[in-house]
């Protein structure tokens, strides 16, 4: 074996032949020689054992790793020129600093005197492939390994007190020291690297979005008459109708109209405008399949509340005294547990039903509450100062038109110089009455403009004065919810004041006792809401004469008893 390697002491080879031969590896001695040349790995090994590779782990100087819970056994390590006692086990182990991003490099203190490079490559040789060493005359050297994971087999000799041959001189002694070491050869490396993978992942990234990205669209064709004819065809399929007109806007958007093919752009656009019909239909068509969804969904929900109500009808009935003494503790206490969860199921689903018919009510009731003529007049102003809207632009158009006439004109002006008088006084006439219309178009323009704004001023304060309307009619529902949930009160309240008093009461006796609880109540209010309700209170005359004196009878059970 070359000076890297580690051979064990051998004081009879043929009994280490031996042992080897057992095991299934071949014979190594300690020149690294194989002692048996005509070596079967099949022939003299024990039974159940399989060969075993020399090389693996567990077989040279540094053992294989061990778990964490499994006590680490150190030895004594024989190497060819020196010999590498373990430090006491009792002993804690040695201090480390932190190790540096990327280490490959280790420092080694506690070198004896005497020891060379060829001793630290025989030591350390065995962990890695060594790179470099850089030994110092103070007894220590710092050693950089080709891989990292090897740092970690050299840290394993930290603690180890090392003897050169059997010499017993101080200089040829010394306790090994191995700490991680801060280089910057294994910094720039790691940085080398940690860039390389961030590259890695960025290229990664960008190649799972342009994967996700939507594809971009189809480029638009340019104009010509054979492309006018097929998008006109294509424009009258309901199928193509969505790409067809996406073309038109983009031909129209690059100005390709003009005298010649006017009347093909109109068609198009007269065929696009027939598309609307269509489209609103499918909306009526969904709008009523949303309906019907919505009273499938309403049904289906009162289904389940009523099953909901059935299983809390079940509870109930097991919860009585007849059924409820013959359960054992346990059973009472789950079907306790499950009667609250199934009322907590039951009241949710209910406030969800409750809801969409509250919702219902309240849009029938804005729907009849709303005022027509004033929804009409909010839409008609809409519409002038849609018209309005474009209009201006119309003009704008027209006059931009003019204006460039002009420019032209003064340009053919300037080159012409006055040859022909006639053709001066024409061409004067003409800017003259260029210069007119366009001034009446841009007092037109003026105008058009300031009812523009009148007409949003308008327009604002009608949605404004509808908005107020909307929040009064609110308040109007909220005035007449309250008043009818105090009547509710009131007549359950005096309900249960003249049940108590068979005899009845007079209304000054029901409203000093409603007055304890309410001081805004009138006995006038209180005597109307009496006599709207004639199944349940009945009034009564006693006395006669002076002494004649009204009373106030609860009569809602009679019904039921006389049944």
Known sequence: ??????????????????????????????????????????????????????????????????????????EIIHCKSCTLFPPNPNLPPPATRDRPPGCKTVFVGGLPENATEQLIMEVFGQCGDITAIRKSKKNFCHIRFAEEPTVDKALFLSGYRIRLGSSTDKKDTGRLHVDFAQARDDLYEWECRQRMLAREERHRRKMEEDRLRPPSPPPIVHYSEHECGQLGDKIKDDGKFPEAVRVLLTWLER???????????????????????????????????????????????????????????????ASKQKAWDHFSKAQRKNLDMWRKQAEEIRNMHNEQLMGIRREEEMEMSDDDMEDAPDSKDSEDSVSQAEALKEENDSLR???????????????????????????????????????????GMQKQLLKMREELKQREAELEKSLEEKQQLKNQVQNLKEGLQNLQNAHVMQVGIISTFLHVHPFGASIEYICSYLQRLDTKINPTEVESLLSRLPCTFRQELTGVGASLEKRWNFCGFQGIKST
């Open 1 to 74: 074996m070359d000076s890297n390697s580690i051979t064990m002491p051998m004081s009879d080879p043929n009994a280490w032949a031996t042992a080897m031969n057992n095991l299934g590896m071949p014979p190594m001695g300690i020149t690294g020689q194989p002692l048996m040349p005509d070596f079967d790995p099949s022939l003299g090994m024990m039974a159940g054992i399989t060969p075993m590779n020399p090389m693996m782990p567990g077989l040279g100087m540094v053992p294989a790793p061990l778990s964490q819970d499994v006590p680490v056994v150190k």
């Open 255 to 317: 100005g390709e109209v003009n005298r010649r093919n006017a009347n093909n752009f109109y068609s198009m656009i007269q065929s696009s405008n027939s598309h609307i019909r269509r489209l609103m239909s499918e909306k009526s068509q969904h709008e009523k399949e949303m309906e019907e969804a919505k009273d499938k969904f309403k049904t289906a929900l009162a289904g389940i509340l009523a099953q909901f109500e059935q299983i809390v009808s079940v509870f109930q009935a």
């Open 397 to 439: 158009c027209q006059l931009d038109a003019y204006r460039n006439e002009v420019e032209l004109l003064k340009q053919e002006q300037g080159k012409n110089q006055p040859i022909r008088s006639e053709e001066d006084n024409t061409h004067s006439q003409q800017l003259s009455f260029l210069q007119q219309a366009l001034q």
